[in-house]
């Protein structure tokens, strides 16, 4: 691969020093400590949550997992919305590809110094969060958990990864930098919002509730009669299974089902045990188990935008001013 | 006969429904510099492209430096230096940083990089501003940094595509002077594309005219030059004390002269063949007197014009 490794170095290291990167890594770094704190508070508070529940907060809204979930396509987005179509219009691109190097390397290049800026965004924020918690906590993670950690760290490069080369791809598409940024914007909106609203409303349609008159204060006693009943509670199951579902088209979604099942959140349920609600906590083999359908889907995504973008630029001409 | 540093036989490429190069047979030899001559869109830039391994031709082959352009056009760019039409450079980084980049592209050693970037920026008297970043250089300074990387590599030949377009009469004159001195202290073998007939005039010693896509004319412009006069037939420049229409007309009537058009105080006579004697007799019979008496010289915007009108 001649040259790959020349244009990685370069590309990271613009990485590395550019505002652009720096804020985004200031703002992750600063919010990851506080969620870090509160995680800490939580586990205090409930010695049975375990080590792992400083990235999922427990009640608190703030955790690391909802702030990549939120803020991770940008991190993504922002390494790469640019990368291609930014050396086009400037013509840094054309004079790029007069050395003797393959074209391809230039687009790899590019990939995995996106790919190791995330990686040492992510790693890095996780390795503060682990050191702020573990004097707070007085103890840190066991061996499992340690490799809990790992795996949500991959599954965090991985998510970002994934946004990095759907931002390379629309600046494979599109020519101007704004569209590529406009583009990601919608997108970034699409997975973290419209989606969710798009599921809910469409689970509502499907399923729609009996009429519940409202009003009176027997009503309301009627009401909450209403919804012990075991037809109410099929219906809300169904529902919530639609919306489940068709949120699962969000990467967001994906990431954030796949990461609750690493961290033993989601495929935990709550069993019934002697007429007690007792979380029964799934081994790391089963959360990893669990969070691999989402996992695959990722990677998918990522692999798709990836050669979409990678087939379009090794056909690009290369005429000057774009 | 000297060496054919690039050679293409119907080199071809079509966009679309455009076709920007026509069977281009095209021959440049070493140690020159050819002007690639054109107006804007015939195909220049394209051509250049296909040289250098970044567009692939339709149809058609070519060799650059001894090597194939599509079966190694890798070859071509380790020999070749280039400075595209419209080249950018990283703003962010600076002159001497984006210079280093470009050699470890090239592939060139740490220690051999460093030499040759600071040879490089002294050659094209950027060694003041090594440090500074590329978003605060002129065009003028962009396009002899431009020059700089084509360099890098030690290439064997370079392309330049419309070097000083944009450039102010300061800047136009220091890239001219920097491609001279490189093709006589170095050797170095330059195509230089361009729509400006004033530059190509100035710097090459041969010339390639394209016109949609094709391949015109080829020639030093001397030839070039005779070729036109010889199919104009022949023309001679007085300049007279003074000129009166009896005294055209009078002109007009000596044997083999087929027409005289006065431009801007000054006779030029159009004849069959080199008739001067009986002119100049004529005219002097009439009374008046020849103050000069020359050959008329086409320019090469003449040439130019011509060739764009007469190949339609």
Known sequence: ?322 | MPERIIQTSGLTKIYGEVTAVDQLNLEVNEGEIFGFLGPNGSGKTTTILMLMGLTTPTSGTGRVGGYDIIKNSRDVRRIAGCLPEAAGYYEDLTAKENLDYFGQLADLPRVKREKRVNELLEFVGLGKWRDVKVEKFSRGMKQRLGIAQALIKDPKIIFLDEPTIGLDPQGTKEVRDLILRLNREQKLTVFLSSHLLHEVQQTCSRVGIIRQGKLIATDTIENLSRGIAKEEGYCVEFELDKVTRRLIEEIKTVKGVTSVEEEGGKLLVYMERDNRADVSRAITKYGATILLMKPREYTLEEIFLRYYKGAG
């Open chain 1, 1 to 322: 691969m001649a040259g790959m490794m020349t244009v990685f170095r370069k590309e990271l290291s613009d990485h590395l020093g550019s505002k652009r990167f720096l804020i985004l890594f200031a703002i992750i770094i600063l919010l990851s400590t506080l969620s870090a704190y509160q995680g800490a508070d939580y586990i205090k508070n409930n010695p049975d949550a375990g080590f792992l529940a400083i990235f999922s907060g427990g009640r608190l809204a703030f955790s690391f997992i909802s702030l990549m979930v939120y803020f991770g396509p940008l991190v993504g987005l922002a390494l790469g919305f640019d990368s291609i179509n930014k050396e086009r219009t400037s013509g840094s691109l054309s004079v790029l590809l007069t050395y003797p190097i393959f074209r391809d390397s230039v687009f790899n290049g590019k990939f995995l110094a996106g790919v190791a800026a995330i990686a040492s965004l992510v790693g890095g924020t996780i390795v503060i969060m682990c050191g702020v918690a573990t004097p707070l906590l007085g103890f840190g993670p066991t061996l499992e958990q340690m490799v809990s950690i790992v795996a949500l760290t991959l599954l965090t490069i991985l998510y970002l990864a994934f946004w990095l080369s759907l931002g390379l791809l629309f600046s494979v598409l599109a020519k101007k930098t704004s569209t590529s940024m406009l583009a990601s914007i919608a997108t970034w909106l699409f997975s973290v919002m419209i989606v969710s609203v798009i599921a809910a409303l469409v689970a509502s349609l499907m399923v729609p509730l009996p009429f519940q008159p409202l009003g009176a204060p027997e009503n309301f006693r009627g009401f909450g009669q209403a919804t012990q009943t075991e037809e109410y509670r099929s219906l809300m199951q169904a529902r919530s299974e639609i919306q489940t579902n068709i949120g699962r088209i969000s990467p967001s979604n994906l990431y954030n089902e796949a990461a609750s099942s690493i961290l033993g959140l989601r495929a935990s349920a709550f069993f019934v045990v002697g007429g007690m609600q007792q979380q029964i906590r799934p081994s790391l083999a089963q959360g990893i188990a669990a969070s691999w359908p989402q996992v695959l889907a990722i990677f998918v995504g990522m692999l798709a935008c990836f050669v979409i973008s990678y087939l379009r630029f090794l056909r690009l001409e290369i005429r000057p001013g774009g």
